[in-house]
């Protein structure tokens, strides 16, 4: 945080603000070994956007157990709907499978 002239040290300024949110995040992403690519994927956007969205009272962050949870179940309920609708459509359009790794004859990726 730098120094603003007239502002007190309990004061924060928009700027300020932003600049210790995206050092939250930075953090977040260091202290986790996550790639920073991840800031680009679109669900990442959407769930900044949708935190800040909430305001700053109105967003509780989700507990350990409701991440494994009923979080969990409702983005594979998501993910099944999904696949499900995909598969209906090989019927018109055709299968294809592509596979983006590899494994050797230990089965190690």
Not at 35 to 54: N, Q
Request: net charge negative.
């Amino acid at each position: 945080m730098g120094y603003s002239p007239g502002v007190t040290k309990t004061e924060e300024t928009d700027e300020d603000s932003s600049m210790h949110a995206k050092r939250s995040v930075g953090r977040f992403l260091y202290e986790n070994g996550i790639d920073f690519r991840v800031a680009k994927s679109p669900s990442f956007l959407k769930m900044i956007y949708a935190v800040v969205r909430c305001g700053s009272a109105g967003y509780d962050v989700p507990q350990c157990n409701e991440l494994i949870g009923w979080i969990l179940q409702e983005e594979k309920k998501e993910i099944d709907c999904y696949v499900k609708k995909v598969k209906h459509s090989w019927g018109i359009t055709g299968c294809s499978i592509l596979l983006d790794g590899w494994m050797n004859e230990k089965e190690e990726a």
